[in-house]
């Protein structure tokens, strides 16, 4: 059984597109989070979610928005997709405190 | 504000050999986690120890274990009997607490090769 699923694994989209990608978690965590891993491998957070409620933004583009229709989801929609946005996006949950468990990703591609 | 460095871009080691991958960071909370994740071609980040900073005792798991420094805020992970299946790109991550929820801090990465 999957822990943290994503979908797609990979999006191949144009630049202007908007896209969302979508992370679902059975672990009955009740914080979610996205993280983006750029081109160098770097890994910062974007998004936390505790039990549907946005708790952490770092300072992402609005064009950026997630939603949480429930505790075990977490979407994330982009909107106006620009070159820059090309990254490996993970989904993860946890029980606050706790370990973090990671999607498998999903790499976005923008032409 | 709370960093992670991880001093090693690349490292290699041969296979049945023992390699320690260096971390350090840098926070004036006094409870806190500790992490090393793995991340192999496939992509998937992987959980390999975990340090809680009220620990004493260094954590192992099989063959990785910590070497956790609290003074010196280092936290260096230890992989002995080194498997081809090793070879991944190693992320030294610290938990920070904000606002009621928490969120992981992550060092740039250390691309080990495990080499036959």
């Known amino acids: 059984d999957t822990a943290v699923s994503q979908t797609p694994k990979y999006l191949v989209t144009q630049m202007g597109n908007d896209k969302s990608i979508k992370c679902e978690q059975n672990?009955?965590?009740?914080?979610m989070y996205w993280y983006k891993q750029d081109s160098k491998k770097f890994l910062k957070i974007m998004f936390s979610y505790n039990n549907k409620e946005l708790i952490i933004n770092e300072t992402v583009p609005n064009r950026f928005s997630p939603k949480s229709p429930d505790k075990a989801h977490l979407n994330l929609h982009i909107n106006s997709l620009e070159l820059g946005d090309s990254a490996v996006y993970f989904c993860a949950s946890s029980q606050v405190p706790d370990t973090q468990y990671f999607g498998p990703g999903t790499r976005l591609t923008v032409l | 504000a709370q960093t992670v460095t991880q001093s090693q871009p690349e490292m290699s080691v041969q296979e049945a050999e023992t390699v320690t991958l260096s971390c350090t960071y840098d926070t004036s909370e006094s409870n806190y986690y500790l992490f090393w994740y793995k991340q192999p071609p496939s992509r998937q980040m992987i959980l390999v120890i975990r340090q809680e900073a009220y620990k004493q005792q260094n954590a192992t798991e099989n063959r990785f274990s910590v070497n956790f420094q609290k003074a010196a805020k280092s936290f260096s992970l230890k992989i002995s009997d080194s498997q081809l299946g090793d070879t991944a790109m190693y992320f030294c991550a610290f938990l920070v607490f904000q606002g009621g929820s928490e969120k992981l801090v992550f060092g740039k990465g250390t691309k080990l090769t495990v080499n036959p």
């Open positions: 672990l009955g965590h009740d914080t």
